[in-house]
């Protein structure tokens, strides 16, 4: 027995992350047999093991990122063994029994036994190189949508090369045979029809002469270590690939999933578990068109109010087991509310901040205010100097006037100032947006917010009233409670949640004094804002709301 390591090859980067482990330790595997997936800037290839037998250690796992040289694994091979080319056979392996369930590779055992004319002119095989065209495509002609290999990938037979799209449908074209890419003629956005330049593959034979004719053929595949070709008499011979791919379903171990690069890519895009797609293909191979029904069938599974993606859905129970019960229909406002909490409430990783705003003089200013804000009709609220403040604390802390793009890479700034209040109607809870709280005087906002609650309490807002908003303020001031989390309305990254005002003993360095108190709640999305911005903008916002001032000056 010997230990060899083995190591991360050329993999065209500067590294690559391991995305799949394909082997485990104490698995037997043969020459060529895939070890790892890994995944560059570039593209995703399997690493295939150099020699032979069996896997003594793994060194890496999946996430670790690897560059040339790296070590990947250690593998336990049989002394003698020919692990590097396609063994021959000596006169007292040729003599040794044959004990095998693969019948087929008996019988390339023995009838090789049975020629000892039979001379190898090359003990590692020659390299041919052998240009491969595209095969019937069902139509007169189809574009490449994708390219799924590159020139120094290994690939085997049925292993995706391209991915093309007819008027009729989408097809994969794979390999016609076990091979190293050495050229591509096509390019994405190529028309292409039966019989155009496909790849060139660089294909391993064994040249061999027997009664001095020189014959050249594939190599069969590679006899595992205790094979004839190696001193342990009783040789276990692997089977084909194909053969092993088609005996096993491809919801099994991932290491035995039969799918090209194009495939595995879209599923790791998707966050689709290859183990879960039932496979259509040839010998059990995952299609494209398999992984769109399952995500098409998952998309198309009913979902209720309250139940998310892959969470288990909340029983059913017959309450009128237990007594009178009366049923009410919900309004659409109470379903649409109820998806939008719960799609937000999933998508966004919600933290909350706590914090307590002295109003002592922002209340007694309110109250000097009532007799002017009687003459001109409007209830003054202190929902208006909230506003006030929210807009000033958005523009010194811009983080929180900002949404995260769809695809997640960037972070859209806003340059507006729209933000929303929440209603408690009785259709159910509506958020009409007050635009332009920058350009709004205190009289202007009161005004605003007076006029939307009207009509959402009559129903009568519009949908472009309820668009927009950079930032939600949902206040139970009037209702009561110490404090509640509210959740953040994506794609919006902040909301505010405002209670109770209550007096409260302050120490004021002397002695407790009583001051009116406003508790606050930020909740934020973490993705986009983090402890400490949100801190920033909590202070900054208490700091407003505690000096009459600082809200009415911009």
């Not at 809870?429 to 005087?441: C, E, G, S």
Request: glycine letters at 8%.
């Amino acid at each position: 027995m010997s230990l060899e390591l083995i190591k991360a090859p050329d993999i065209g980067g500067d590294s690559g992350e391991i995305i799949e482990l394909l082997v485990n330790e104490g698995d037997q595997i043969a020459l060529e047999q895939s070890l790892v997936v890994l995944e560059s800037a570039k593209a995703s290839m399997e690493v295939p093991s150099p020699v032979a037998g069996r896997v003594k250690r793994l060194l890496v796992k999946v996430g670790d990122r690897l560059e040339e040289g790296n070590p990947i694994l250690e593998i336990e091979t049989q002394e003698g063994t020919e692990t590097q080319a396609q063994p021959s056979v000596s006169a007292e392996a040729a003599a040794a029994p044959v004990e095998s369930d693969n019948t087929e590779g008996v019988a390339q055992v023995e009838e090789i036994a049975a020629a000892p004319s039979v001379q190898t002119a090359d003990a590692a095989g020659a390299a041919k190189e052998q240009l491969f065209k595209v095969p019937d495509l069902g139509s007169e002609s189809a574009q490449v949508i994708e390219i799924s290999v590159a020139p120094g990938d290994r690939v085997a037979a049925g292993d995706t090369l391209v991915v093309a799209e007819s008027d009729k449908a989408s097809l994969e074209i794979p390999a016609e045979a076990d091979g190293e890419i050495v050229a591509l003629h096509l390019a994405v956005g190529d028309k292409i029809s039966q019989g155009t330049d496909l790849a060139t593959l660089r294909i391993r034979t064994v040249v061999a002469k027997q009664d001095g004719v020189t014959r050249e053929h594939k190599p069969e595949p590679p006899l595992a270590a205790g094979s004839p070709a190696s001193s342990t008499p009783e040789p276990t011979v692997k089977p084909p690939l194909a053969e092993s791919v088609a005996a096993t379903p491809a919801g099994s171990a991932s290491g035995d999933i039969y799918a090209g690069p194009a495939v595995r890519q879209l599923a790791r895009e998707l966050g689709v578990d290859l183990r879960q797609v039932k496979s259509s293909g040839p010998r059990g191979r995952l299609l494209k068109e398999d992984l769109q029904a399952y995500v098409k069938s998952r998309m198309q599974q009913p979902a209720t109010a309250g139940a998310g993606a892959g969470i288990p859905a909340v029983a059913d129970v017959d309450w009128t087991k237990f007594g009178t019960v009366r049923a009410e229909a919900t309004t659409r406002i109470q379903r649409l509310t109820a998806d939008n909490m719960v799609r937000a409430w999933l998508n966004v990783p919600h933290v909350t901040q706590f914090d307590d705003a002295d109003v002592s003089e922002l209340e007694d200013y309110r109250a000097m205010m009532r007799h002017e804000a009687s003459a001109r009709g409007i209830k003054m609220t202190p929902l208006a100097f909230i506003l006030r403040a929210a807009y000033k604390a958005l523009k010194a802390n811009p983080r929180f006037n900002a949404s995260i793009s769809a695809d997640g890479q960037s972070i859209i700034y806003r340059e507006f100032f729209h933000i929303g209040v929440a209603v408690d109607t009785p259709a159910g809870l509506v958020v009409p947006v007050v635009r332009d709280v920058d350009q709004k005087d205190i009289w202007a906002l009161a005004a605003a917010i007076a006029e939307l609650a009207e009509k959402a309490k009559s129903g009568k807002l519009k949908p472009t009233e309820m668009q927009g908003a950079c930032f939600t303020i949902s206040s139970l001031g009037a209702i009561g409670g110490r404090g509640f989390t509210p959740i953040v309305p994506a794609p919006q990254v902040g909301i505010l949640g405002v209670s109770r005002t209550s007096v409260q003993p302050v120490w004021d360095g002397k002695t407790f004094a009583p001051r009116k108190l406003m508790p606050l709640a930020l909740s934020y999305d973490h993705r986009a804002v983090n402890g400490a911005d949100a801190g920033r903008f909590l202070t900054y916002l208490v700091e407003q709301l505690g000096s009459v001032e600082n809200i009415l000056v911009n």
